[in-house]
């Protein structure tokens, strides 16, 4: 059973326009993150989501997560070439860093073409 | 400051044989994880550690052994590979819920 449900699996899109990637859940997370992972490297965090409702932003990218802290999304604003990698998202469901490891969805490949 | 630290980064193994992959953080954080990524099933959690000398079994833990006998040490041990072991690995560290990775580890089991 997937805790965390990513959609869409993969995404092709345009340069230029906007997008928005999902990551669902029965479960409710002390915390959520995003990661981006890039050909041959190790997932990068992006950003953690701790409070319900919060929106966080950075530069063309918001966060958001659920009022009942079930649920993220992504929002990507003018997608450029170089936001080209797979998204992840990852929820902890004890706070203080995770007791037994984060739970990552399947993820989100994001191919944004010229 | 090197972060997460994984050897080796490639390896070839013939199915029945054992190696094991070392993980070395520097930031000295508690947790340790153990984790495989397969095409389609994302990051599955094998083991993990909560400090030194303690670990635990995450999600896929069968055919998979580890240790954590110093604290900027993980230790993923495969006693005898098989077909199914062919993945990327890849460890990470934590202190308060940011994960940090290592680059991964591309194991195939032949």
């Known amino acids: 059973t997937q805790l965390l449900e990513q959609s869409p699996q993969f995404l092709s899109i345009q340069e230029g326009e906007n997008l928005t990637v999902y990551c669902n859940s029965s479960?409710?997370?002390?915390?959520l993150q995003w990661y981006r992972q890039e050909p041959g490297e190790g997932p990068v965090l992006l950003v953690t989501v701790v409070t319900g409702g919060e929106v966080k932003k950075l530069k063309r990218l918001t966060f958001q997560f659920g009022d009942a802290r079930k649920d993220s999304s992504l929002h990507i604003t003018a997608a450029q070439p170089g936001d080209t990698g797979l998204y992840l998202c990852a929820g902890a469901l004890y706070s203080g860093g995770g007791a037994d490891g984060l739970t990552f969805g399947k993820g989100t490949h994001l191919i944004i073409q010229p | 400051n090197a972060g997460v630290t994984q050897t080796p980064k490639f390896r070839v193994l013939k199915t029945g044989q054992s190696m094991t992959l070392l993980c070395a953080q520097d930031?000295?954080?508690?947790?340790m994880y153990w984790y495989r990524q397969d095409p389609g099933m994302g990051l599955r959690l094998i083991h993990y550690?909560?400090?030194?000398?303690?670990?635990a079994k995450g999600e896929v833990p069968d055919g998979y052994n580890v240790s954590r006998l110093k604290k900027q040490n993980f230790l993923l041990g495969l006693e005898s590979a098989a077909p199914s072991q062919t993945s990327v690995y890849f460890c990470?560290?934590?202190?308060?819920?940011?994960?940090?990775f290592g680059q991964g580890t591309r194991l195939t089991v032949v």
């Open positions: 550690s909560v400090g030194e000398g303690t670990t």
């Open positions: 930031m000295n954080h508690e947790y």
């Open positions: 990470a560290s934590s202190q308060g819920g940011e994960a940090f």
């Open positions: 479960s409710v997370f002390s915390s």
